[in-house]
């Protein structure tokens, strides 16, 4: 008898497998019929088939003990019922929580014993059933080993009782055990396996979420530095095209090569191969900064910041020169490099500033990613302050 652990098939509500957490087993609601047969239950059906065969001495000796025809036609379809309890109990008991679980095999136990009129305590073979169906349930280890071995037990004392005390007493107590113990190993072994897969998806998922949210952040940490700067050189191209078209032109050039560099790196980040060094971003906020007639104060070098911090200042640098740029109002900006890096301004303050926005909300995330920690306030200019240590 073997299960396969698979649920091919089935709606995401059904488990027709053993589930290693078997107090959440998520009921069938309403689809017994769907649950009974799926490859999952198609393997078990294989397995517990051949098993049915021990049932066939079984129904022969109810026919050898009939007094009449009519009373061997009951017997043996009460057999036949017991078969086909048992092929249908361990489905079942996969669509349910613990204490239906414990009822199915209750009820196969109880269902035994409509044969006692023709068997006697020779209906004791049966309970291989019934221990096999407890394991198959995948309760865990405490629960499973006390019933089978208490059936094993039981057989044991109405064999001895009833047949005597020799040696042949203890073979059917050996198989009951035995198998059902095995059995129950195998139903664990496979709910290992449905547990791990549909915690493999679940990480899957969650990998693919993550990677949404990568893609989102860095397509905003790019458009929204560069279409803040292309759309400040346009606007000061635009009133320089009469008093200045040689200024104009050069602006018109600068808002053509940062288009294209934005361009490319959403390329890159399609790709996953772009790279972001505060050296760049310390070049490309001068030439933002300038262009919105913003004073910059900018370190002359990035030695001060740490090697293995750089490409996140980076990012800080661009996320925090672009909101200065569009949302500050300020007159002054000021970039500080280190362990920690601040962008700093005179302008509105956190009071006129959105401290939630997409781009400060994925920046955050990046920084306690790798560590970091971000924090926002006013700074020493009277205005806005970006603050992240490395």
């Not at 309403?30 to 098993?51: K, Q």
């Not at 407890?134 to 109405?158: H, N, Q, S, Y």
């Not at 602006?251 to 790196?265: F, P, Q, W």
């Amino acid at each position: 008898m073997h299960a396969t652990p698979r649920g091919d098939g089935l709606d995401a509500g059904i488990r027709p497998e053993p589930v290693r957490r078997h107090d959440a087993t998520i009921r069938a609601r309403g689809s017994l019929p769907r649950a009974l047969w799926s490859r999952a239950t198609a393997g078990w059906y294989v397995g517990a088939g051949f098993a049915l065969v021990w049932l066939v001495s079984l129904a022969q000796q109810v026919i050898a003990r009939s007094p009449s025809t009519a009373s061997a036609i009951v017997g043996v379809t009460l057999v036949v019922v017991f078969a086909v309890a048992f092929l249908v109990s361990a489905p079942i008991a996969w669509t349910l929580r613990t204490r239906g679980r414990l009822a199915v095999c209750a009820g196969l136990f109880a269902l035994s014993f409509a044969l006692f009129p023709w068997l006697g305590w020779d209906i004791a073979p049966t309970w291989a059933y019934v221990g096999v169906t407890f394991g198959m349930c995948a309760f865990p280890w405490r629960w499973t080993w006390p019933p089978i071995l208490g059936l094993g037990l039981l057989a044991l004392v109405t064999d001895g009782l009833t047949g005597g005390w020799d040696e042949n007493v203890i073979w059917v107590p050996a198989v009951i055990v035995s198998i059902s113990l095995v059995m129950a190993s195998i139903a664990r072994t496979t709910a290992t396996t449905s547990e791990l897969r549909h915690t493999q998806r679940q990480l899957e998922a969650l990998a693919v979420e993550r990677e949404r949210g990568r893609v989102a952040r860095d397509i905003h940490d790019i458009l929204g530095h560069s279409l803040t700067v292309v759309t400040v050189k346009a606007e000061l191209a635009g009133r320089l095209v009469d008093v200045d078209p040689q200024r104009a032109k050069a602006e018109i050039a600068e808002v053509e090569s940062l288009a294209r560099g934005a361009l490319a790196d959403v390329r890159a980040t399609v790709a996953a191969v772009r790279t972001v060094n505060v050296s760049g971003e310390l070049a490309a906020a001068r030439a933002a900064l300038e262009a919105a007639g913003i004073a910059a104060e900018l370190p002359s070098s990035t030695d001060a910041v740490p090697p293995g911090g750089r490409e996140l200042a980076g990012w800080v640098v661009r996320e925090g020169v672009t909101n200065v740029v569009r949302h500050s109002g300020a007159t002054r900006c000021r970039v500080t490099l280190g362990s920690e890096v601040e962008i700093a301004d005179d302008g509105v303050g956190p009071s006129g500033r959105s401290t939630g926005s997409t781009g400060l909300s994925g920046l955050r995330e990046r920084v306690e990613a790798a560590g970091g920690r971000l924090t926002v306030g006013r700074s020493d200019l009277g205005g806005f302050s970006l603050r992240v240590t490395l």
